[in-house]
């Protein structure tokens, strides 16, 4: 699969948050792990060009027995958008990010890539633009992908 490369967007997570992503995953195995990140966007101008930059204020590590957990919370549309609309309402962010862990290896698979599709074309914006944090869970490696223009793109990943 072709995957492009964006280099205007920039996902920023604290180092502060690395260990909850990690602890979701320990506490998930022998499961994958999955969360959702929430925070907030800011467009920059360069030049002729905008820069968007996401930051994460808040992981939301979700409990799943299920054995593809990131398939168990993208099926539950009401616990997910309960769970979105909670922290949009109490604590201001915005839901910019979907996590989860794969055995080995960054790239998203063809279940993902269905994911992606589904969600970009559902016609909720807010889960239009949601970024895709995939985690190696040996040795918590991580990259950032979203659907840009349709495409399968890989956007910058910054552990500030
Ligand atoms: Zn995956």
């Known amino acids: 699969m072709k995957i492009k490369y964006q280099k205007d967007m ?3 997570i604290s180092k502060d948050f690395m260990p909850l992503l990690g602890a979701c995953i320990d506490d998930a195995h022998p499961n994958e792990a999955t969360g959702l990140l929430f925070g907030n966007i800011k467009q920059f101008k360069v030049g002729d060009d905008y820069q968007y930059h996401y930051y994460v204020r808040r992981f939301e590590c979700v409990e799943s027995s299920h054995k593809s957990p990131i398939a168990f919370l993208l099926n539950n549309d009401e616990f997910l958008f309960e769970m979105v609309y909670n922290i949009e309402q109490v604590e201001g962010f915005k839901v ?9 290896g960054l790239y998203p698979s063809s279940v993902d890539h269905y994911y992606m599709q589904l969600f970009y074309e559902s016609g909720i914006l807010k889960f239009k633009h949601l970024i895709w944090i995939i985690m190696d869970s040996q040795n918590k490696d991580a990259k950032a992908f979203l659907l840009y223009e349709g495409d399968l793109t890989e956007i910058v990943l910054a552990i500030d």
């Not at 910019?96 to 080995?104: A, D, L």
Request: proline share 8%.
């Open 10 to 12: 920039v996902f920023h």
């Open 96 to 104: 910019i990010g979907i996590f989860h862990s794969h055995p080995s």
